[in-house]
């Protein structure tokens, strides 16, 4: 395992592992980090360091790490974090593939472009559902935990708990995971060769930084409600 510690410099993290730009982003910490520490970023930013080492163990090996040191004040900061991630897959990484398979897909001559199209449609109607549940049910309730007093987070448990979150919870990431599998046996040829490249990596690449989002939600954040609701309900 990756072996992250605060005084490690914020920018040498970066250089070794690119994917970690998401991190930083989503948690407002800016590029031009000079010779920051990881400790010194965050002490800018008002995030803890250990909720930041947390996010980049996660990112870089899909396993958390210092989650016993998190805080109930944590909560928010990671639901804003996620959040941002939907907003760069909803606004920025779909659309861009959405592009992408409207110019090949349209010159198709057969029925495997409308077999494809059907299927990424059916897939962001389902990420946009999952979503839309998250934004307004999950999140909110995380965020009122995290902030109400116990007489109040005892009324909100009777209406919801974070058990009702992991019913609800899909794992997305396996739609893309068959959706590369019928490009690999369906994409058209019709289209040169460095755009049907393009949409595979593209897919790729989204799906990978899904199961992040997944890892992020289901060994950090789930665990840390849990925690919150036995301290307040136990």
């Not at 407002?28 to 008002?46: D, Y």
């Not at 360091?49 to 870089?60: D, G, M, N, R």
């Not at 592009?99 to 449609?121: H, M, P, T, W």
Request: glycine share 4%.
């Amino acid at each position: 395992m990756t072996q992250i510690h605060e005084g490690m410099v914020a920018g040498d993290v970066l250089m070794q592992h690119p994917s970690t730009i998401n991190v930083f982003e989503r948690l407002g910490i800016p590029m031009g980090m000079h010779n920051a520490t990881l400790a010194e970023v965050c002490t800018a930013q008002g995030v803890r360091p250990a909720l930041l080492i947390s996010l980049l163990h996660v990112t870089i090996d899909h396993s958390p790490n210092m989650q016993e040191h998190l805080q109930t004040d944590d909560i928010p900061i990671l639901v804003n974090f996620l959040l941002c991630s939907h907003d760069y897959f909803s606004q920025e990484a779909t659309p861009s593939i959405q592009r992408s398979f409207d110019q090949v897909l349209d010159d198709a001559g057969d029925g495997s472009g409308n077999l494809l199209k059907k299927f990424f449609s059916n897939y962001k109607r389902e990420v946009e559902r999952h979503f839309a549940y998250e934004r307004d049910v999950a999140f909110p309730y995380m965020i009122r935990l995290a902030q109400a007093p116990p007489s109040d987070a005892t009324r909100e448990q009777k209406r919801y708990s974070v058990k009702e979150y992991k019913r609800q919870h899909s794992d997305i990431e396996d739609a893309l995971l068959d959706l590369k599998s019928l490009l690999i046996k369906f994409l058209p040829t019709s289209q040169e060769y460095a755009l049907r490249r393009k949409i595979f990596l593209d897919i790729a690449t989204l799906g990978e930084d899904l199961n992040i989002h997944t890892c992020i939600e289901d060994q950090i954040l789930i665990p840390l409600v849990e925690r919150e609701e036995q301290r307040w309900y136990k």
